[in-house]
């Protein structure tokens, strides 16, 4: 079985740009998480996904969005780069909303 | 103030050392998650917990409801355990972490 798989695997942005991260959950799981994890901080929940509609956001500016398609889908937007935007970014699927199965995440350098 | 507390931040241990990690958090939970993060970002999740204890091959995770405060233990350690472990808490809306535990096993 296809893990949660993640894209691209690596990105680097300007400030000001904005860059779209996609997400690809294991068959049969209809929750996508996702997450920032910064450095030298501990992750960071950013938005919540769910049978297609957003179910919780975490404490992050309207600049960082997303959306789930039909097929669960996933991607994040995050528009008007800032340098601290630089981070890992990770998503998860779960059939359950318990137990989370990680992707192999983004990393994002904003210069 | 964090949700979720871990403790030590850092820890290097000799091989075959028994190890604990401790967790502490402050909100109403659904279930408690232990997680592995290698170098490079990878994380796998170890364990899942409502209650009690689970015990997967050397890695034992065990809660306390009543206490908020759950522990990872590992048994016999091996430089391929060194990573983060983190400690992640759902409470049904959301997701808190740990800031992590880095553990290095020196052979």
């Known amino acids: 079985e296809a893990g949660v798989t993640q894209s691209p695997t690596h990105l680097i942005k300007t400030r000001g740009q904005q860059v779209t991260l996609r997400c690809s959950p294991i068959s049969g799981h209809t929750s996508v998480y996702w997450y920032q994890q910064a450095l030298g901080l501990g992750l960071q929940f950013l938005l919540w996904y769910d049978e297609g509609e957003e179910r919780n956001r975490g404490n992050f500016p309207p600049r960082f969005s997303g959306r789930q398609f039909p097929n669960y889908s996933s991607e994040l937007n995050v528009n008007a780069l800032e340098l601290e935007d630089s981070a890992l970014y990770l998503c998860a699927s779960s059939s359950d909303r318990f137990t989370q199965y990680f992707g192999p995440g983004t990393r994002l350098t904003v210069l | 103030k964090n949700e979720v507390e871990q403790s030590p931040q850092n820890l290097t241990a000799q091989e075959g050392e028994f190890i604990t990690i401790n967790c502490s958090y402050s909100?109403?939970?659904?279930?408690l998650h232990w997680l592995q993060q290698h170098p490079g970002g990878g994380i796998v999740s170890l364990f899942m917990?409502?209650?009690g204890k689970k015990k997967h091959g050397r890695l034992i995770a065990t809660i306390n409801i009543q206490e908020k405060h759950s522990s990872l233990h590992i048994t016999a350690s091996h430089p391929r355990d060194s990573a983060v472990y983190i400690c992640a808490v759902n409470t049904g809306n959301q997701f808190y972490f740990g800031t992590g535990t880095s553990l290095t096993v020196i052979p």
């Open positions: 917990l409502s209650s």
């Open positions: 909100v109403g939970i659904s279930a």
